[in-house]
T-cell receptor, first 116, second 110 residues
Framework: DSGVTQTPKHLITATGQRVTLRCSPR?????VYWYQQSLDQGLQFLIQ???????AKGNILERFSAQQFPDLHSELNLSSLELGDSALYFC???????????????FGPGTRLTVL | GEDVEQSLFLSVREGDSSVINCTYT??????LYWYKQEPGAGLQLLTY?????DMKQDQRLTVLLNKKDKHLSLRIADTQTGDSAIYFC??????????FGAGTRLFVKA
């Protein structure tokens, strides 16, 4: 158990809908990262937050957004969902936001999103 | 650009050694990681090596780093069926981003 929790574990929805995925980082970790894992694209970095502020952006679509709250939990919002958005969404956390050499990421169990 | 490459599949017999290879491009990488992902689970950190080291051993796991060739390998001794999983190589770049490879799926045949 990494100490990172994600809810829900599974989510099934229809095209065009909007969903919110939730992540609670390990106790004491200030950074949260979101990743998308699909069969054809592998593990894709989406976005990183540090202590409430956006720190780095990866291949995140404009239809997707995220935020980190004062209690450090984070939410990933996916809107106007398409079939191709079906994937595993992982959250990871790390202690620091300056991402020093020893700032290792620990992953949650993921949310499996199925868009029908 | 920054990239991490791995072969996609590896199949070994139970009891044999497995060697999973990875190449990376950023010569200023600081840390290199190996993560394991079991079916339906998240990525679990297995081990990491600092870029000024050549080798790190941790029980059945041996990590070898050839910094000149930017080549990293993970050797699993006495591979068991429970080792069947996807193994991700990742590098912490000089710009402090973490770049993941696509993962190597290890099949262990009984």
């Amino acid at each position: 158990d990494s100490g990172v929790t994600q809810t829900p574990k599974h989510l099934i929805t229809a095209t065009g809908q909007r969903v919110t995925l939730r992540c609670s980082p390990r106790s004491g970790d200030l950074s949260v990262y979101w990743y998308q894992q699909s069969l054809d694209q592998g593990l894709q970095f989406l976005i990183q937050y540090y202590n409430g502020e956006e720190r780095a952006k990866g291949n995140i679509l404009e239809r997707f957004s995220a935020q980190q709250f004062p209690d450090l939990h984070s939410e990933l919002n996916l809107s106007s969902l398409e079939l191709g958005d079906s994937a595993l969404y992982f959250c990871a956390s790390s202690p620091g936001g300056l991402a020093g050499p020893t700032d290792t990421q620990y992953f949650g169990p993921g949310t499996r999103l199925t868009v029908l | 650009g920054e990239d991490v490459e791995q072969s996609l599949f590896l199949s070994v017999r139970e009891g044999d050694s497995s060697v999973i290879n990875c190449t990376y491009t950023d010569s200023s990488s600081t840390y290199l990681y190996w993560y394991k992902q079991e079916p339906g689970a998240g990525l679990q950190l297995l081990t990491y090596i600092f870029s000024n080291m050549d080798m790190k051993q941790d029980q059945r796991l041996t990590v070898l780093l050839n910094k000149k060739d930017k080549h990293l390998s993970l050797r699993i001794a006495d591979t068991q069926t429970g080792d069947s999983a996807i193994y991700f190589c990742a590098e912490k770049t000089g710009g402090f981003k973490t770049i993941f490879g696509a993962g190597t799926r290890l099949f262990v045949k009984a």
